[in-house]
């Protein structure tokens, strides 16, 4: 996924478990992907974020928004998110 900022992507029901979703401040947006177009709901706020390894050692950390997108199948990272880690 292409942003200009860390976007994390999670599915409807995740973002339900982990309870960060909903939320009075959400915005909606209109997501673009492949010619076509979806509704999603972006946090106004960067939330912190870890990226773990396999046996959960931290390898690193950053922040971002949530982009709660219905139909997700699992979560994606932007590009940006991608690129802010340090490894």
Same mark, same amino acid.
């Not at 390894?53 to 971002?64: F, H, I, K, P, Q």
């Given at each position: 996924?292409?942003?200009?900022?860390?976007?994390?992507?999670?599915?409807?029901?995740?973002?339900?478990?982990?309870? =960060?979703?909903? !939320?009075?401040?959400? +915005?909606? #947006?209109?997501?673009?992907?492949?010619? *076509?177009?979806?509704?999603?709901? $972006?946090?106004?706020?960067?939330?912190?974020?870890?990226?773990?390894?396999?046996?959960?050692?931290? =390898?690193?950390? !950053?922040?971002?928004? +949530?982009? #709660?997108?219905?139909?997700?199948?699992? *979560?994606?990272?932007?590009?940006? $998110?991608?690129?802010?880690?340090?490894?």
């Amino acid at each position: 996924m292409e942003t200009e900022a860390p976007i994390l992507a999670i599915p409807l029901n995740i973002v339900k478990d982990l309870n =960060l979703w909903p !939320t009075a401040r959400d +915005i909606s #947006v209109v997501v673009r992907e492949l010619g *076509s177009e979806t509704l999603g709901y $972006l946090s106004p706020v960067k939330i912190f974020v870890e990226l773990l390894d396999e046996y959960g050692n931290r =390898l690193s950390e !950053t922040s971002s928004y +949530i982009l #709660v997108k219905p139909g997700l199948d699992e *979560s994606t990272l932007s590009d940006a $998110l991608i690129g802010s880690w340090v490894l």
